[in-house]
Each structure stands twice: as structure tokens, then as C-alpha cells.
């Protein structure tokens, strides 16, 4: 059995990705390396016919490093372009949007918010009145 074309998998920080309509990117840190070598995985299994189409890698996974006392916390990939929001200034919690679809999510002391906030990652923001 082979893939019907020729292809690249790869994961970690040697991956490259590429946002809908945005600019390419990488991540190299280990939660999301290990959640790209699944999606490699499951689309190499669609590619042998094996499995459902995972679609494009969008990252999701959560990210922390203390500084200076501080945890800072995020999720996701804040591209080029994206335009930011803060969420809640107690604790510091911004969100990234590329066009109305968040992409990111950057905080100060604010694990729980991002944690909360992770699922609503790469869809598209309600509509206001």
C-alpha cells in the first residue's frame, strides 16, 4: 500500500504550517510537536485510505514559561497580522484574531482563562447586533 501522492510529514520544529490565506509559521514547543505528529499520523492514515481527513493542522495547544514570578500562558499562534483584544486585565488575558477568527490566546497569570478560552480557538467570533 502506498500514499496516492507524494507527500511530507512532519512534526516538531522542523514542520512548517500555513494559516488559511496567511503566512507560513512554526512551532517548537514539545505539547504542540506531539499533537503535529498525531495530525502527521492521522493524515498519512487518510492518505493510505485508512482514516477521515483531519483537515489542515491548526494549533491548540497550551504553552507556559515563569518569568520573573510570573506565569505566561497561551495558546495557539499569534500570526502576522493578527489584531489583539484583551479579554480581561485582571488577569492579564489577550486574544488574537485574523479577521474574526481567534487564533491565539496570550496571558500573564492566567492559566485557567486560556484554558477556558481554548476550545472557541479557530472559530470564528460571534457576530455582534
Known sequence: MHAPR?????????????YPGHSSYRIDHWDDSVAQGAHAAKTLLHDLGLDDDPGIYLPSSPFSARVHGHTLVGAGYAALGSSTQIVSADPLLTAHYLGDTLVALIGIDATGLVRDWIPRLHRRAPTRP
Do not use: F
Not at 6 to 18: N, S
Open 6 to 18: 507524494q507527500r511530507i510529514y512532519a512534526a516538531g520544529g522542523v514542520a512548517v504550517h500555513h
